[in-house]
Every structure is written in C-alpha cells, then in structure tokens.
C-alpha cells in the first residue's frame, strides 16, 4: 500500500478542520486508520510509572477492547518503555520498541492483541511529561515492519500538524474540550500534555491539582 500525496494532504485537512470545529477527530481517525490494512487508530496516553493509560479516542476499536485495554492491558503492554524514551514526533513501527520474536511470546499479544486486534502497529509521541506520554498509534493485521514503515514516515509528518492544532487549542478552548476533556480528564493521571517549546497547553485532573499546589 502507498501512501498518496493526496492522502497525506486529506488527513492533514482533517486535522485542521477538526481544530476548527468544522468536522471531529474522529473523522482525522476514522482516516488514519484506513492507511494500513485492517487499520484501527487510537490517541491515547500512559504513564509509563504507573503502568495506567487508555485508549479514549479510537477508530475500529470496540468498547470491549477499550475497557479491556484500560482496566488490565495497558500495564502489560510491552512497546510502552520503548516509547516513553523515543523521540518525540518521530513515527516508528512496532518492531523499533521491541523485537517481533519477543514480542509475539508476551501475554499482551497471545492474550489480547492477536485474537482482537491484530499483529503490529506503528506510532508516534506526540508529548511527554515526567513519564506520562501523549501518542497516536495505528494497528494492523499486517507483520511486515518494511511494508508498514511508510505509514510510520507518515505519521512524523502529520506529527507538526498535531502539534499545531494543540497549540492553537491553548488559545481556543473549543478543541481542549473535545480532546483534554475526553481524554485528559477522563484519566486520573497526572498529565500535562505541552507544546514543541515546553509549554503546558492542558492538565489532566491529577496534574491540575499539582499546578495548584505549586501556584503554576
């Protein structure tokens, strides 16, 4: 599967007008998913201390499979440590955070990612604050870490895009409602989800309450 010109300008268009209010984020999901075969998209967070994270925005995901993920399975999923250590901004597949062969000998896979979801994935790190990561990931049913690199590539390039939209939403509270209301504090953890610069543009509850304490 290639990725078109066209493609990659189309999702970067959802970006903006879900920024915007003229569409939502789940049509931007709902797109990313279809790069890759079997796609089903999700922007999400975790702690990488805690082991906590969950899956609240998604395309192809069932409720199941999001609850399941949240309640249990984000403490066991093994391409968690890698990715709260690599470069923010920068789309990699699955194979990057931890080899296959390892991989497909996890309870994470055999248990819950195989019979529900698929075979591997590709993602990005959008923020990061003291342990506690924003990121955007794609699964598949397809293995091939080559074939899905293309997808990873796009992803590092829809990556300033997002950036941007998180910026603008410090200045417009509209898209902080839709995504840090549905997302950030939906959770318990302490996330302070940042620009490029460093700078907090949305608190989760936990973190919001330490800002109060220490007069941020």
């Not at 709260?84 to 789309?91: D, E, P």
Request: proline share 4%.
């Amino acid at each position: 599967m290639s990725i078109e010109a066209a493609v990659e300008s189309r999702l970067a268009d959802r970006i903006y007008s879900a920024m915007l209010r003229e569409t939502t984020w789940q049509s931007f999901l709902d797109g990313l998913a279809a790069t890759l075969p079997d796609g089903r998209s999700t922007l999400f967070y975790h702690d990488v201390d805690s082991g906590a994270g969950a899956w609240e925005l998604t395309s192809g995901l069932s409720a199941e499979v999001v609850s399941g993920y949240a309640s249990h399975y984000a403490k066991l999923n093994p391409w968690m440590p890698a990715a709260s250590r690599r470069r923010i901004g920068v789309g990699v597949v699955a194979e990057q955070m931890l080899p296959r062969d390892q991989f497909v000998k996890t309870p994470f896979y055999n248990d819950f990612f195989r019979p529900m979801i698929g075979e591997s994935a590709v993602g990005v790190t959008l923020a990061r604050e003291r342990g506690q990561s924003m990121l955007l990931s794609i699964t598949t049913s397809r293995a091939d870490p080559e074939e899905n690199q293309e997808v990873a590539d796009l992803l590092t390039r829809l990556a300033p895009h997002l950036r941007r939209a998180f910026r603008y939403a410090d200045r417009r509270s509209a898209i902080a409602i839709e995504i840090g209301r549905s997302v950030c504090q939906m959770s318990e953890l302490g996330v302070v989800v940042v620009d490029e610069v460093g700078r907090a543009i949305n608190f989760g509850a936990r973190a919001r309450r330490w800002s109060k304490r220490v007069g941020s």
